[in-house]
């Protein structure tokens, strides 16, 4: 179980006149995330989503507030306990090219968590990257080529690999599928649902289109100045969501959007 506790980020921005003025990013944040499930987080850009997301990994400390991992504030772990927090949440970030490391071949950029994070054979890893190459649908071809010799989708093929490879029990997609088309957005969603039913991962995409979320989750959560505003399960219905920013947000929804959702 992952929680976020009463979570709040304040930044302090400097003034014309050396004065620094407070804003808050992230609100007083609550909420749950159980293991299995597939949770959507929605909101505008600068809603205070990319800061809850590296609240949630522990990348930045909260101003208040927790994050639990299986009952165990995040922010209390040191050594190895640290480290080891990466076999149980990974993320999956918006730009694959950024995310992977230039000088790698497919191969090291997969096997990488392998050998940082677990105690294996090198024979033990090279089966490991082989099976995650086709649960990725990547041909084995591939292995040997650099970032810069994929393609969008491929890329983010290779970092969700990389992420999943050390079986974590949190997912964790940060606009991960924006700026792809279509097609390759769809593809890579209906590949997350059926690697989801056969590993049991729970999901928690954070993204600015609500498309997304409606295709993807089975709870949606909606965020907006630092709050979550509405949390609700959907199942097909677009009635559930009731705020007003929330019907806003579907409001926008425009044909191009909703061909994920043909």
Excluded: W
């Excluded at 590296?54 to 101003?63: A, H, K, T």
């Excluded at 970092?159 to 390759?184: K, W």
């Amino acid at each position: 179980m992952l929680k976020a506790k009463s979570l709040f980020k304040n930044y302090n921005i400097p003034g014309k006149k050396g004065e620094n003025s407070l804003v808050r990013a992230v609100n007083g944040v609550d909420f749950t995330l159980r293991e299995g499930q597939c949770y959507a987080l929605v909101g505008e850009s600068g809603s205070g989503k990319s800061a809850l997301s590296q609240m949630l990994m522990g990348l930045i400390p909260p101003s208040s507030g927790d994050v639990l991992l299986n009952g165990k504030s995040l922010f209390s772990l040191r050594g190895r306990d640290a480290k080891a927090r990466f076999t149980k949440i990974q993320m999956v970030l918006q730009d694959g090219k950024s995310a992977l490391d230039p000088r790698f071949t497919v191969y090291d950029s997969i096997s990488e968590p392998i050998r940082n994070l677990l105690d294996v054979s090198k024979e033990r890893e090279r089966k490991m990257v082989v099976e995650l190459m086709q649960q990725m649908e990547l041909p084995l071809s591939l292995l040997g080529r650099r970032v810069h010799e994929l393609s969008g989708g491929q890329q983010k093929r290779v970092c969700i690999a990389r992420a999943i490879a050390v079986s974590p029990q949190f997912l964790i997609f940060d606009e991960a599928v924006s700026g792809l088309d279509v097609i390759v957005r769809k593809n890579i969603l209906e590949l997350l649902k059926r690697l989801q039913k056969e590993r049991g991962f729970a999901y928690l995409f954070i993204t600015h289109d609500i498309d997304v979320a409606l295709y993807i989750a089975d709870q949606i959560m909606v965020m907006k100045e630092g709050r979550i505003i509405e949390s609700i399960r959907y199942a097909g219905d677009y009635g559930c969501f009731t705020h007003p920013y929330s019907r806003l947000l579907l409001e926008s929804l425009v044909p191009e959007n909703t061909a994920i959702q043909a």
